[in-house]
Every structure is written in C-alpha cells, then in structure tokens.
Antibody
Framework: EVQLVESGGGLIQPGGSLRLSCAVSEFTVSNNYMSWVRQSPGKGPEWVSVIYSGGNTYYADSVKGRFTISRDKSKNALYLQMNRLRAEDTAVYYC????????????????WGQGTTVIVSS | DIVMTQSPDSLAVSLGERATINCKSSQSVLYSSSNNNYLAWYQQKPGQPPKLLIYWASTRESGVPGRFIGSGSGTDFTLTISSLQAEDVAVYYCQQYLSTPTFGQGTKVEIK
C-alpha cells in the first residue's frame, strides 16, 4: 500500500529548530517530485518546498533561507529541516507527492501523508 | 503569487441535490502553449489530509466518482457535485499550479 508517514513535529520555542521526516512506502522518493505542504488551523493549505527528482529544490518565500528540504535514497525518506522557527510556522505539515505526467511535474499533489503538527510557542 | 478566492465560504445542500463551488484566480491559469488550465480541486474531511479530486480543471483523479465535475477556464472555475451524498460533507479547496502552488481558503459543504 502506498504510504507516507510523517514524524518529528512537536512544541518548540520561537527561534528553535526541528527536523521533520517522511517515510515513504511503495514508490521511490528519488524518482518523484516531493513536496512539503503545511496547513494552519482553519486555513487553506500552503505549499512550502519541493525537491525535484533531479535534486533541485525550491521554497516558498516565507521559509526561504530558514527551511531545507532533502531526501535519503537508502531510507526512501524525505526531510524538512526547519530553523529559526516563528509563531507563524505553526501548522500541520504534510509531505506529498507531486503528480507528474511524462516526467514533468504538475504541481498538484496526488498522495499525502497524515501530517505532523508543529507548534511554535514560548 | 496568484491569489485563489473561493465562494461561498460554506453551503448547505439537501441530499441528492447539486452543490456548486466557485473559484477565481487573480490571474489566468491557462497556459496557452498547451491549452491546459493549471487548476486542481481537493476534498478534505476532518482529521484527514486533502485528497486530489480533479486536475487540469476537469480531469478526475482515478477512483473519484463521476458526480464530481470540474469546469471553467482562465480565471473562473467551478466544482459541481451533481448529486450530494452524505460522504461528500467536507471542505473543498481549489489550487493553481501554473506558478508557485497556491490554494483557495476553502468551501465547507454540509447537508441541509
């Protein structure tokens, strides 16, 4: 069964760091475009970052310079290193697969994990 | 960034009746070279992640029931649930992926 399982969320003080993980089953992370998408309570989702199958990475302006997306081929996993966290980073963070067609990324997300909650508060 | 605005914020529809959700983008999401609209629709039930229903504005994802119909082009799009079922109670989001992906604020669908 295709599965994405996030972990690593928690309560963290402003300015702190967290590393989120996403364990993937039944497809290969490095062969796909993989994103992190977050959702604050009562709000629409917000795309955070993507790593292309070729390794290029891109970020939302709101997290650029603070967050780093990466992957581990041997573990078939996706990561999000979050530094200098702010209150406005509080959200459920989802890893998601970007739908692709003919090897090109669409930017729509066809497989999602259940999410991990990050709360940034003193 | 392209801003996505949905209307209404919520609606209540009787079982078996039609539900219509509108989505407007701040600029066209139609890519002229391919004539594709870079617009997706998602369904989110409480405590669950969003589920992709439709992409390319009108193409249903595999396994999505035929009562979910996407239409529109350019800046104006509609998701129609042709005959509302109890399991369709959820929040629905539109999303553009022509540029940095952005989502609408959501429309909550309830049973009247």
């Amino acid at each position: 069964e295709v599965q994405l399982v996030e972990s690593g969320g928690g309560l963290i003080q402003p300015g702190g760091s967290l590393r989120l993980s996403c364990a993937v089953s039944e497809f290969t992370v490095s062969n796909n475009y993989m994103s992190w998408v977050r959702q604050s309570p009562g709000k629409g989702p917000e795309w955070v970052s993507v790593i292309y199958s070729g390794g290029n990475t891109y970020y939302a302006d709101s997290v650029k310079g603070r967050f780093t997306i990466s992957r581990d081929k041997s573990k078939n996993a996706l990561y999000l290193q979050m530094n200098r966290l702010r209150a406005e980073d509080t959200a459920v963070y989802y890893c998601a697969r970007d739908r692709s067609e003919g090897g090109s990324r669409l930017g729509a997300f066809d497989i999602w994990g259940q999410g991990t909650t990050v709360i940034v508060s003193s | 960034d392209i801003v996505m605005t949905q209307s209404p914020d919520s609606l209540a529809v009787s079982l078996g009746e039609r539900a219509t959700i509108n989505c407007k983008s701040s600029q066209s999401v139609l890519y002229s070279s391919s004539n594709n609209n870079y617009l997706a629709w998602y369904q989110q039930k409480p405590g669950q992640p969003p589920k992709l229903l439709i992409y390319w504005a009108s193409t249903r994802e595999s396994g999505v029931p035929g009562r979910f119909i996407g239409s529109g082009s350019g800046t104006d799009f509609t998701l129609t649930i042709s005959s509302l079922q109890a399991e369709d109670v959820a929040v629905y989001y539109c999303q553009q992926y022509l540029s940095t992906p952005t989502f609408g604020q959501g429309t909550k669908v309830e049973i009247k």
